[in-house]
């Protein structure tokens, strides 16, 4: 029987890892694995994170070492995976074994790429194929820089028709020309006397109207000066008596602890100017809440880490809220929740005597009992591990 181990990939970056299977002696044919959890609404693991439908996921790179075949994946994948027991099979070798996915394989949580991949180009061969009127072996025509002989025969010059000028009209006589000079007269008259009669009717000068009287303007009046009137003196208010300062105290009160209000301000700060200029770890948990007040659950999920690692208790209690299975939202900043991750957080800050912890710690301690109960081996696991 094959077994299946997982380990990080050291020729790699951060995030690669090797999935070892055991007792393999030649590599199948098809590459493509599953991995599964059991007791979870969205069990199997595809592209995007953990769903519903059962997806075959394909590797990096397949090798054989020895008897090993060896499965390189990405970050892709290895995002979504915690340190929990899981299902791996590889169905074109008949392989179908527990899986515990170790804590040595660190991945940085930042946006996924695009769902759609590209196919790979294939290269494209180009073939220099022969003239259509010369054999294989023939060289290629060079074209002539000699222009051909014309071919083009000669015209013979056409003779144009010789215009015929028309015989001249006869002349009329000047007994029918009479006639016609007095018609014309007559229409002459005619359009002066209309033009006289229009110029008349619309152009005639009118009668200026007469002028309207002029008013009377009568003289202004002598300008009398405003009476002055003597300026009046506010009343004057008694003087407030003293305020009473009190019993002497011979000892001053004890300043009271300053809260963290170091936040403001910080909101277009990087992560690392952010935790350099942090005045304490309080301060950088006080900048991851406003962050996730904000949204940016990515930013505050760093920054929590950052002030858990500087011994925060309040810290560890956030982070195992962003896994806890109780009140999860998707993307905030996880796809799914992580029962187990959860009760690792709530156990450590319980440790560092967080009081906050209590209550979520209890709540889900209820879940993983009700789910152990019905035959969930992760939680039964985690319930003695973390609760013993």
Known sequence: MASVTAEPDSSRSIGYARIVIDGLNQMPEDPGFRIWREGYPTP?????????????????????????????????VTRFLDVEPYVFALPAAGVEAPLFWPDTIDVFEGDLPPATEQPPEEPVTRLSLPGANRGLDEPAPVPSTVSPP?????TPAVTPPIATTPPPRPEPKDGARLPLILAGVAGVMLLVLLGGGAWWFWLRPTDPPPPAPIAQIPPNPPAVPPPVTPPVQPPVAPPAPAPDPGPILSTP????????????????????????????????????????AEGRHDDAFVLFEEAADRGH???????GRMYDPNGFVPGRPFTSPDPRSAARFYRDAARANDPGVAAPRAALRETLDAQAQRGNGSAAS????FWP
């Open 44 to 76: 199997n693991l595809g592209p995007r994170g953990w769903q519903v439908r059962e997806e075959r996921l394909k590797p990096m790179q397949m090798v054989i070492e020895g008897t090993q075949v060896v499965l390189v994946v990405s970050p892709a």
């Open 150 to 154: 014309s071919t083009a025969t000669e």
């Open 313 to 319: 208790a309040a810290a560890l209690t956030a982070i």
């Open 253 to 292: 009160p004890a300043p009271g602890p300053a809260a963290p209000t170091w936040p403001d301000g910080t909101d277009a700060l990087t992560l690392r100017d952010l935790v350099e200029r942090a005045p304490n770890p309080a301060g950088i948990h006080a900048a991851a809440l406003r962050r996730q």
């Open 382 to 385: 985690a319930l003695q591990e």
